[in-house]
C-alpha cells in the first residue's frame, strides 16, 4: 500500500459501498486507495495537453465520493481515470504508421482490474514490464501501490514517455524504480521480467506472430515465477505447457509459469 492516504475516514467510506461480487475484499481496499490517491493529490503536470478536462473531472469525482452509491463514485472514477490514461495519444507519422502496421491498439485504457489484481502477484523483488505502456499510467500506479524493484515501461511514442516521466515524479515513484524505453515493442525483450503487463500491442499474425512466439519463448525459458496480464489476449496460443491460465473475464486473462 502507498503511504500517501491521510483520509482514513474515506478510505473506509469507499471499502464499503464499493461492495461488488467481481472483487474480494483486498481489491476494494486497493480500489479505495487509488481513490483516495487521486482525491488527494494536485493537478498533474501537462506537458503535452493531455489532461484538459482534469480539473471537471475530478470536480465530479469529488462530488459523489462521499456518497452512498459506490457505482456512481467508480463511474466518476473511471472518468477522471481514463482521462489521465490519456485517450489520444500524440503520434508521430512515422509512430503511427508503425502501430498500424503492426496492428497494434491505440492507448486504451487497459481498465481498473489488473491494477487491483497485480497485487496478489507483486512482490518487493518483482521485475515487471508493460508493452506497448502510453503514458505508463497503468505500470506506475502498479509500482505505487506496490513498490518493486523496478517497473519498465516501454513505448514507441516519445512525446507519451515525456509525458509518463512527469507522471512519475507526480507521484512521487523514485526515479530509479521507472525503467522508460522509447522503441517499437517489437524490438522489446522481457528477459529478467517475472510479472508482463500488455494489451494485444501487434495483431498475432506476420511480424506480430514473431513477437509472441519470441516473448513466450523468453518467458519459457526464465527461472523465474511469471505472471502474464493480458488484455484483449493473443499470446494464449503461443504459451507452452508449463503456463496455466488462473483468471478470465473475457477482457483480462491472467497466466502464472507452474
Known sequence: MFKSIHNKGMASHLV?????DDRNLEERRRLADLMCLFAEFPPPPDPIGLFGRYGELKECFLAVVDGP??????EAFLELYCHVHGYEAPYTPQERYRVDETGGYWCHAGGLSPILKAGAFITEETVSGDFGAGNGLQGLLMQKLYPHAKTVQIEI?????????QLQDWLGIPRERVEWVVGDVMDA???????????????????????????????????????????ADCLRQFLSKRFEEIYCDGHLTCFKKA
Do not use: H, N, T
Not at 157 to 165: D, F, L, N, T, Y
Not at 207 to 221: C, H, T, V
Open 189 to 231: 525483450s522481457c528477459v529478467g521480467m517475472d510479472f508482463v503487463y500488455m494489451y494485444r500491442p501487434v495483431r498475432p499474425v506476420g511480424e506480430g506472430k514473431g513477437f509472441y512466439e519470441r516473448i513466450a519463448a523468453e518467458l519459457d525459458s526464465s527461472d523465474k515465477s511469471v505472471v502474464i496480464f493480458s488484455i
Open 69 to 74: 452509491d459506490g457505482e456512481v463514485v467508480e
Open 157 to 165: 511514442s516519445s512525446r507519451m514517455v515525456e509525458a509518463g516521466i
Open 16 to 20: 464499503d459501498i464499493l461492495d461488488s
